[in-house]
Nanobody
Framework: QVQLVESGGGLVQPGGSLRLSCTPSTTISSATNMGWYRQRPGEERLWVTTIMKSGTTYAKAMKGRFTVSVDTAENTVYPEMNSLKVEATALYYC?????????WGLGTQVTVSS
């Protein structure tokens, strides 16, 4: 089974930044489809971004605050979260398409608090 290892979450002060990561057990290529979601306690899981061959797309509310890069040498996707607010506190999940379904990581907790 494909495995996704997430990291980078933690406690950060408002206005701070965090760099999350997602490393799959398979090699990232131009054909790889990956994404990130966030979920607050008691709420539905919401789409944040998707990385595909055609390019990277972001949820409207996340534009300018969530930027994704790919390091092929490390085989890792790095979302950079900037200007963090308290409402950004949530579990953040990485996923990847591995036909015929999408595989999910276990999530990494981001807590924004002073």
């Amino acid at each position: 089974q494909v495995q996704l290892v997430e990291s980078g979450g933690g406690l950060v002060q408002p206005g701070g930044s965090l760099r999350l990561s997602c490393t799959p057990s398979t090699t990232i290529s131009s054909a790889t489809n990956m994404g990130w979601y966030r979920q607050r306690p008691g709420e539905e899981r919401l789409w944040v971004t998707t990385i595909m061959k055609s390019g990277t797309t972001y949820a409207k509310a996340m534009k300018g605050r969530f930027t994704v890069s790919v390091d092929t040498a490390e085989n890792t996707v790095y979302p950079e979260m900037n200007s963090l607010k308290v409402e950004a506190t949530a579990l953040y999940y990485c996923n990847m398409y591995s036909g015929p379904t999408w595989v999910w990581g276990l999530g990494t907790q981001v807590t924004v608090s002073s």
